[in-house]
Structures are given as C-alpha cells and as structure tokens.
C-alpha cells in the first residue's frame, strides 16, 4: 500500500517538517488536537469525505475519546500480524484462547470475524484455533475461572489490572492454571508491563507469562520473544531510533486513518538476529 | 394481507404456510439432531421420540423438554463446554468461538461456527429489519463480546452495509460517557441497547449538557433488549429520547427471538430462527392465548450450540390472532424470569405486573424507576421504593398510588419515595433487600 500524502490530513499537517516527515508524536498530541477540534472524531487524522468502515474509540484516551478507522483491508493486515504474533508463541490449531479484557480490545476484535464486521480472516481463524472473552472488569473473575475449568484454553490473554483479582478467584476456586494454561499474556492499555511486573504475574499465575506491547493509536500489537525477551516487530511495522532515546513506529498498513513516527516512548532498537526469527526488527523496552 | 415491507417471501406466508414450513423445518433439525448430537439421541431415544414420525406441530408434546439445569448437569459430567448439542465446532474452518450464557444457576458456554453465523446472522438481518433496520449508516456495536448477540453484530452490519463502530470498555452505566460519545458522533439512523444502559447514556448525556432527543437526533428506531417493557416504559422511553419508534427484541443466547413490528402489539416470533411455545408448567402442553406459562422454543438454524424444546425459564404468554401488519408468525411477550416470580395476596406476580399496575393507575407514574422489596415480601407486603417523582403534586400521586395498588392487588401497600436509586436497576423494578437498593 503506498502510504498517504500527510499533509493533506489537518493532524499530520501541522506538524510535517521541511523534509516532509511529520514529527514524532505521542498520544498527547493526539489529544491536544483532540481537546481544540471537538468535532473531529479522528483528531485530524481521517479526511473528511472518508467513510471507513470500522471505528473505534480508544481505550487510552480520556476525555474527549478519539477514535481510530479501518477499512476491511487494513483489517486483515492488523488481523495477520496477531495471528504472527500468536504463532510465534506456540500457537497451534485446535487449540483455545481465552481473554480477559474488554471486547473492545483490538486483540479480541481482531481474533475473529465472528467479533467485528468486516474482518475477513481473524487471528484465530488463521491459525484454526478457537476463542473465547470474558468481559474486562474485575467482578468477572469467577467467571473467568470457570472459562478456565471448563473450556480449558491452553493460551490466556489478560489486562495487568485483572491479574490480582483473577489470581484471588483462582486461589478461592482451588484451580491451577498450569494444569492447562501453557502462557498467559499481559498487556497494558497503552504500551506494555514491565519485565518486573511480568515476573511478579508469572509467579503468582504459576504460568509462564509473556508481555504485548500496544498502541492503538498506532494500530501497534507485539509480543515479547521467548527467547531475547525483546517485542518482535511485524515486517507491516517500521521503526526508528530517535536522538530522544525513544523508538517511533510507521504502520505501513494504515491508510484510512495514518499512523506515521508513533513515539511509543523510551525504547531500544535491537535490531534483527533472534534465533527464533532471524530477519524479525526488535524492540527492547 | 401484508401491510409492512417484507424482508423476504418467508414474511410473505400466511400463517397456515408457515406452519406447515415450520414443520419440515423442525423435522429436518430433528433428525440432524438425532442423527449427530448425542445429547439429543439418547435424549430422543429415552423418549421414543423419532424424528421421521414428527408431521405437525402438536406432535411437540410427545417430546422431552430441556433446561439449563441439564446443560449444567451435562456440563458438570463431561468437564466440557462440549455437552453433545455442537454440531460443526471441530470441522476444518469451523471459525469457533464461544460466548456465554450467565445465570443464577451458573454459565453454561454456547457454540458459534461461521456457518452458525451466516445463517443466524441473515435471520437475524429480518429481526432487525422488522424492527426497523434499513441499509447504510453506522451500526454502534451494542453486545458486549462474551454475548452471543456481539457474534451477530458484524454480520448484520456487513449484510445492511453499515459502518461497525465500537465503542472501548464494556456495556457498563461507568462507561456510558463513551457510549454517548459514539452516537454524538456517528449519529445512527438505528440503536439497540440494552434497557438499563439507555438510562445510563441519558444521564451520562445529561450531565454533558445534551438532552435526550438531542443525543438521539436522527435516530428512527430505538431497541431495547434484555427486558419486557410495559406500554408506559415505551412511551416513556419515546418522550426521553425524542425517537418515533421504540421497539422491543426478545432474545436468549439460547437463540429464541421474538420482535416487535410497527404495531407494538406482542413480538412476532422470528420465523427461521425458531418455533415457541408457551406451555403450561404442570401439563407440559401449550396454553390458550393471552395465558401465562413458560417459554419453550426450538432454534431452527442447526450449527453450532442447537436448543432444541429449550425452556429458558422465562414466563410468557403467546398470541396466534392475526397481526395488522399481516407478518404470518405468532406473537409471543416475555413477561419475566420465574425466579422473579413472587407470591403476595392470593397472587402471583412478577415485578412487571406492577410496573404495569403503576402505569395503569396512575399514568403520571409511567417509566418510573422502582424497587420491590424482600423485606416487604416476608411481611406479605408490597413495599415499593420509588423515585420521588417532582412537582406539588408528588405527593398526592403516591397517595393515590398506594390505595390503587392495594386494591389492585389486594395486599397492602408501601411506597418509600427515595431520591435515586442504583442506575443499573431502572427498567423493570428488580426485587432486592433494603440494602442492596441502598446507592
Ligand atoms: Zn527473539
Ligand atoms: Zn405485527
């Protein structure tokens, strides 16, 4: 997909350079234009006669919410690098995913057709395996325990938030989660737990746990490598090491709603050479 | 004669064609049934039900009726969400998900597989239809995705080329400020929601400043869903919201779905996604019309999760008279759960009974939010806590209420007008302690 003409998006306009990049950006920005263009949804980054097909509002943004848009191709694109992502971990068909989180969440939307329209092929679909979501709020974590006795995913994916109420319904059903779960993955709202934060939900979900990071601003998924510990990038994502000491993120795929030099905070470029996927950018944070 | 536009030639039958319909269709799911679902074989065979003598809907009353207590009971024997009611889970490209059906007796996990999808999903397109769906604009995505209607929503939106908006956070009264945000924004020709959740937007609305018709400008039809709604709480509803049309959705996870058409009459029972009855719970066979008894439905799409003579434990009564707008399939009304069923007097009752009583003797009263208490029950009362209504009058109109209400249903009264109570509970009047309706 060749990648849209910036300056004709209000957002990215004011911020392009005299080489014709925009400057980096956080979500800050995004809200600054937000909080001075009311009317606009997007925050200047979707133009005006587009109808995309998907919309959706962002978890990480307060007030006003901003929203995001996709069309059914982009979709797909977003769909394929979790499905990667998944695979990488061990996925394999015939298996089941639970989630803990809200249906919003881009990793359950992008998991099935059967969870947003217009998504041609989910993750799950890609890999054959089968899904499950709980709902995202603590009082859901009996429930969530009851996904785990009886629908016995093998792959769990859950907010860092949900962890301590999920491991006290574990510890008051008596269940052990090693018994079926092989990881768990742990994901923020925005950006990704700390290695620290992911020891501490490992031990007490006695499983192995993995950490994703997310940007939805950015349409961003990755997952941590089990075996360099770093995110490994999608070849859809480019990334960049700034003077600041933070990576910022183009989203090749993202056309409807452009996501250009995403500043997802202090980061490293660690470059490719894992054993595990050799050719794979990395990124450590 | 049809006297609405027709989703399809299926609206087109009279009734007689339907049924006959409805028996070829009932006899095909049968002996799939029979024929692949253990559940239902050795179920059926326990019976001495076999399919192929199945020739016209009376013939239902020779078969077993299920509930969710055997789901369960089938649950708890094979430690699985498979209980042998599946069909298709496993096949090569099956897309699974499952999504779940809670309850105060516990969750039981229904099965949805692509070919479930499409075929629920174009029955379901005629739900939405009658219900007043038309091509274009945005569908706000309204079902949270651990409910089965959220695996119907993007189809529906994909069928009606419609612009799928999800709106971050769940269907929670915290998160109504985003709902609102979504319909300010994308304006939708078409809502449905939930019944709470459309007092939660417009007091979320409300406190931004946006009045009710305001937030649903442009909106021709409002669905409400998850609970019965007495004729006061839908012109209620309309006077909030400014919308022309407020329409009624039954449906279970269990795929029973009834709707309302134009003429608001009783929800016309959605003729290819399954057949209902309304039985009498001693004698297990169909009641008269406009009598209450218990829901018990057949789905009549047969992949994924099937329920077959599924009583859902909802209390309901069935209408067969021609509609005016000549749609051929009978009308049901979901009244309650009976384990909100509640005796006081000589009665039984459900909390809508009196949320209809209000209504109906004192009209000023229509769609207000009241709690039926336990403690009053236990005293052979009928203690209502309910939200001060305003004006000089407030307190002749609960003066009024109580001497009505008691004649009504002879028991004595109690009205406790408060100042608000918990918004998750506006709707129907919840039966709850003292100090559960405490804010
Ligand atoms: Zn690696
Ligand atoms: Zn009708």
């Not at chain 2, 077959?308 to 909802?314: K, N, T």
Request: with cysteine; hydrophobic share 45%.
């Amino acid at each position: 997909m060749a990648l849209p003409h910036l300056a004709d998006y209000p957002f990215y306009r004011e911020r392009l350079g005299p080489d014709g990049r925009p400057a980096p950006w956080a979500l800050a920005d995004l809200e600054s234009y937000a909080a001075t263009h009311p009317g606009d949804p997007f925050a200047g980054r979707v133009i005006g006669a587009v109808t995309p097909k998907v919309a959706l509002q962002m978890e990480a943004t307060g007030e006003p919410p901003i929203w995001t848009a996709l069309n059914p191709p982009e979709l797909d694109r977003w769909a394929e690098v979790v499905g990667g992502m998944w695979s990488r971990w061990g996925a394999v068909a015939s298996e089941t995913i639970a989630f803990f989180d809200y249906g919003s969440s881009p990793m359950v939307l992008l998991a099935s057709g059967g969870y947003v329209g217009y998504l041609r092929r989910g993750a799950a679909e890609r890999l054959g395996i089968f899904a499950v979501c709980n709902d995202g709020v603590a009082t859901m974590a009996p429930r969530m325990v009851g996904i785990v006795e009886t629908v016995k995913p093998t792959m769990l994916v859950l907010r860092r938030d949900l962890v301590a109420p999920f491991v006290s319904a574990l510890e008051t059903a008596g269940v052990s989660l090693a018994q079926t779960v092989r990881w768990a993955a742990v994901s923020e709202v925005e950006g990704t737990v700390t290695r620290e934060q992911a020891q501490a939900a490992a031990s007490s979900l006695g499983v192995r746990v993995l950490r994703i990071l997310r940007c939805d601003a950015a349409f961003m998924l990755a997952g941590e490598c089990s075996e360099c510990g770093c995110f490994h990038l999608d070849r859809r994502y480019r990334a960049e090491q700034l003077p600041s000491g933070e990576v910022a993120i183009t989203t090749t795929f993202a056309v409807t709603c452009p996501s250009v030099r995403y500043n997802l905070g202090a980061a490293r470029l660690a470059g490719a050479g894992c054993p595990l996927e050799p050719r794979a950018q990395r990124i450590e944070c | 004669m049809l006297n609405t536009e027709p989703f399809d030639d299926i609206d087109r039958l009279s009734p007689a064609e339907l049924e006959r319909w409805w028996v070829r269709r009932l006899r095909a799911v049968f002996t799939v049934a029979a024929r692949e679902l253990p559940f239902y074989r050795e179920r059926f065979a326990a019976a001495g039900f076999d399919p192929a003598s199945f020739r016209a809907l009376d013939d239902l009353n020779r078969m077993p009726i299920f509930a969710k207590a055997d789901l369960l009971a089938a649950q708890r024997k094979t430690q699985s969400q498979r209980l042998g009611i599946e069909r298709g889970a496993d096949e090569p490209g099956s897309r699974t998900t499952f999504s779940l059906s809670s309850g105060t007796a516990g969750t039981t996990f229904i099965t949805h597989t692509a070919r479930w999808r499409r075929a629920q999903g174009m029955s379901s397109s005629r739900a939405h239809w009658w219900a007043g769906l038309r091509p274009g604009g945005t569908l706000v995505m309204s079902a949270p995705a651990w409910h089965s209607y959220a695996a119907i929503q993007p189809f529906i939106a994909m069928r009606f080329g419609m612009r799928c908006v999800v709106v971050s956070g769940t269907y929670l009264p915290r998160f109504a400020d985003r709902v609102v945000d979504a319909l300010v924004h994308f304006r939708p020709r078409f809502v449905t929601m939930f019944l709470p959740m459309v007092f939660s937007i417009l007091d979320a609305a409300r406190r931004r400043g946006i009045a009710g018709n305001e937030l649903f400008a442009g909106v021709g039809s409002l669905v409400v869903t998850g609970a019965a709604i007495t004729p006061g709480m839908r012109a209620h509803l309309k006077a909030l919201t400014g919308v022309e049309r407020v329409a009624e959705i039954a449906g279970t996870s269990e795929n029973l779905l009834a709707v309302d058409c134009a003429y608001a009459e009783g929800l016309h029972v959605v003729s290819d996604t399954c057949h209902a009855q309304v039985i009498d719970r001693k004698t297990g066979l169909p009641v008269a019309d406009g009598e209450r008894g218990s829901v018990v439905h057949c789905a009549l799409i047969p992949y994924g999760s099937l329920y077959l003579r599924y009583d859902s434990g909802d209390v309901g009564v069935i209408n067969h008279t021609p509609c005016a707008c000549g749609l051929p399939s009978p009308r049901i009304k979901l009244l309650g759960r009976w384990e909100d069923c509640f005796s006081i007097g000589a009665r039984a009752l459900l909390p809508y009974d009196v949320q209809l009583a209000l209504e109906e003797e004192v009209p000023e009263l229509k769609g207000a939010a009241c709690v039926i208490t336990r403690e009053g029950l236990a005293e052979g009362k009928l203690r209502l806590l309910l939200i001060e209504p305003h004006g000089a009058s407030a307190v002749s109109l609960l003066d009024h209420a109580r001497s009505a209400l008691s004649r009504r249903f002879d028991v004595p009264v109690e009205i406790t007008p408060v100042k608000d109570l918990p918004l998750r509970f506006k709707g129907v009047p919840p039966i709850l302690s003292e100090r559960e309706a405490e804010l």
